[in-house]
């Protein structure tokens, strides 16, 4: 088969990695990829946001007879690319554009959760900032203020003072910071408790979770400053028992795919469920459409099962007949970022070590933002490089995986120094 990956970071890199294992598979080709990827697979110079994207991606599967095309962000797939392909006759793995508003909406997400009994945080919605401003003067802080629609994952905001949260309705309704993803918000309860990923395979009709993880969202260590699109991840999740897979299964997987099926917005793919485990049970806070990034990069190399006969799976509905095997192992996964990185960074800065850090047994680096100038590989991303390493337990994994990282190096790298220590205080504890 010749597959077409969507995409240019880290959860990319992984994807084409694991695909590149499978037997099914001769040709990789990904649009536009990045240095890492392009040592796998083919890249081709097609990137978002530039005139007819849609278009010229299907004129590539179409001319060079692409068998499978597999979508890494949200972008593409709330765009209808699935639909725009099927169309085509094309076979792509990913949810069509009614199911994708599961995360293209928050507010279509919400009220979602609401009909279908879904546990998740109380919720209003709001049109105007007036109403909602006269709201919060009434509600006991904390609160959460989230934008309806895509925000490049910067939509969402924790306010623990009136002010923040008078200044966040402006920011997001008048100002418009985030365009028409403004235009409605969302106010709701402030959880608290754990928060783990779980990410899950579906037909349709059954949906098969993978291994949990935990992802780490602000930029430096012990959860301290601004929420970037990821530093680092850890799978499985240690307090991720038999039974909370069942009680997840039961009151938020099954609920929603069933549910989105009811309503005429079958979804096939990867289904993302960013979980709070509160006091009183998982609580669901968002869908996203696709892999978590950088959990993607922490979960597949512990994947057994060929991820292409996974996907065929889902796409001809068979999902139930196949069994997806984990490796009874954990991985880490640390993100080396551009010193700067949520806000503004440097770019084109050579990057050295890479070679050594591949070398070390069980490390897997993912190339996330990286470019070539004079042959050599240099910066060009805020996330720049994930370096994954698979070990029997978390602290083991973690030494590992800090090993590879200390041989890379970069001007101004930043990297977390406390990926995986959240999971290895739950185990103590427990
Ligand atoms: P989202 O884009 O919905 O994933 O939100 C981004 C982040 O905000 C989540 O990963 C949580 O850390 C946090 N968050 C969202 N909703 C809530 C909530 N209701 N209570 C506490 N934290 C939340
Ligand atoms: N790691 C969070 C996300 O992919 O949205």
């Known amino acids: 088969m010749k597959i077409l990956v969507i995409g240019s970071g880290g959860r990319e890199h992984a994807i084409c990695w694991k695909i590149k294992q499978s037997k099914l598979v001769d040709t990789i080709y990904c649009a536009p990829g990045n240095e890492g990827i392009g040592q796998i697979a083919e890249c081709v110079p097609i990137v978002p946001g530039s005139h007819e994207y849609i278009q010229r991606l299907i004129y590539f599967a179409t001319t060079n007879r692409i068998d499978l095309t597999v979508v890494g962000s949200e972008a593409p797939l709330a765009d209808g690319i699935v639909d725009h392909f099927r169309k085509a006759n094309?076979?792509?793995?990913?949810?069509?554009?009614?199911?994708?508003?599961?995360?293209?909406?928050?507010?279509?997400?919400?009220?979602?959760?609401?009909?279908?009994?879904?546990?998740?945080?109380?919720?209003?919605?709001?049109?105007?900032a007036q109403s909602a401003v006269e709201y919060v003067r009434d509600v006991q802080m904390p609160v959460v203020i989230k934008a309806d629609g895509l925000a490049a994952g910067k939509g969402?905001?924790?306010?623990?003072?009136?002010?923040?949260?008078?200044?966040?309705?402006?920011?997001?309704?008048?100002?418009?910071?985030?365009?028409?993803?403004?235009?409605?918000?969302?106010?709701?309860?402030?959880?608290i408790g754990e928060e783990v990923s779980v990410l899950a395979f579906t037909d349709g009709e059954h949906a098969v979770q993978m291994l949990s993880a935990q992802d780490h969202k602000r930029i430096f260590d012990h959860d301290k400053g601004p929420n970037t699109g990821g530093m680092g991840a850890y799978a499985p999740y240690p307090g991720f028992t038999p039974q909370l897979y069942d009680l997840i299964q039961k009151d938020i997987l099954e609920p929603t795919i069933w549910g989105l099926r009811e309503e005429g917005r079958r979804y096939v793919?990867?289904?993302?469920?960013?979980?709070?485990?509160?006091?009183?049970?998982?609580?669901?806070?968002?869908?996203?459409?696709?892999?978590?990034?950088?959990?993607?990069?922490?979960?597949?190399?512990?994947?057994?099962?060929?991820?292409?006969?996974?996907?065929?799976?889902?796409?001809?509905?068979?999902?139930?007949?196949?069994?997806?095997?984990?490796?009874?192992?954990?991985?880490?996964?640390?993100?080396?970022?551009?010193?700067?990185?949520?806000?503004?960074?440097?770019?084109?800065?050579?990057?050295?070590?890479?070679?050594?850090?591949?070398?070390?047994?069980?490390?897997?680096?993912?190339?996330?933002?990286?470019?070539?100038?004079?042959?050599?590989?240099?910066?060009?991303?805020?996330?720049?490089?994930?370096?994954?390493?698979?070990?029997?337990?978390?602290?083991?994994?973690?030494?590992?995986?800090?090993?590879?990282?200390?041989?890379?190096?970069?001007?101004?790298?930043?990297?977390?120094?406390?990926?995986?220590?959240?999971?290895?205080?739950?185990?103590?504890?427990?």
């Open 156 to 191: 969402v905001i924790i306010c623990s003072r009136i002010e923040e949260a008078i200044a966040a309705i402006n920011n997001i309704m008048v100002e418009r910071i985030f365009d028409e993803a403004g235009s409605q918000i969302i106010i709701e309860e402030c959880l």
């Open 269 to 430: 793919g990867v289904i993302y469920l960013g979980l709070m485990l509160t006091s009183s049970g998982p609580k669901l806070l968002e869908y996203n459409i696709r892999f978590g990034d950088p959990e993607c990069q922490a979960i597949l190399p512990l994947l057994e099962t060929d991820l292409v006969e996974i996907m065929l799976a889902c796409m001809e509905s068979r999902l139930n007949e196949l069994t997806i095997r984990w490796k009874h192992s954990s991985a880490l996964c640390v993100v080396l970022a551009s010193g700067g990185y949520p806000t503004s960074y440097k770019k084109n800065l050579p990057i050295t070590g890479l070679d050594e850090a591949e070398k070390i047994k069980d490390a897997i680096i993912f190339h996330a933002g990286t470019g070539i100038t004079d042959d050599k590989i240099v910066t060009a991303g805020g996330r720049v490089i994930n370096v994954v390493a698979c070990g029997d337990n978390i602290p083991q994994t973690k030494k590992l995986a800090y090993d590879a990282v200390s041989l890379i190096n970069f001007e101004a790298v930043h990297y977390r120094k406390d990926i995986g220590d959240r999971a290895i205080e739950a185990a103590r504890v427990k």
């Open 90 to 128: 094309l076979k792509i793995f990913g949810p069509s554009r009614d199911a994708a508003i599961v995360e293209a909406s928050k507010v279509f997400a919400k009220r979602f959760m609401s009909r279908n009994s879904i546990p998740t945080a109380r919720f209003q919605v709001f049109k105007d």
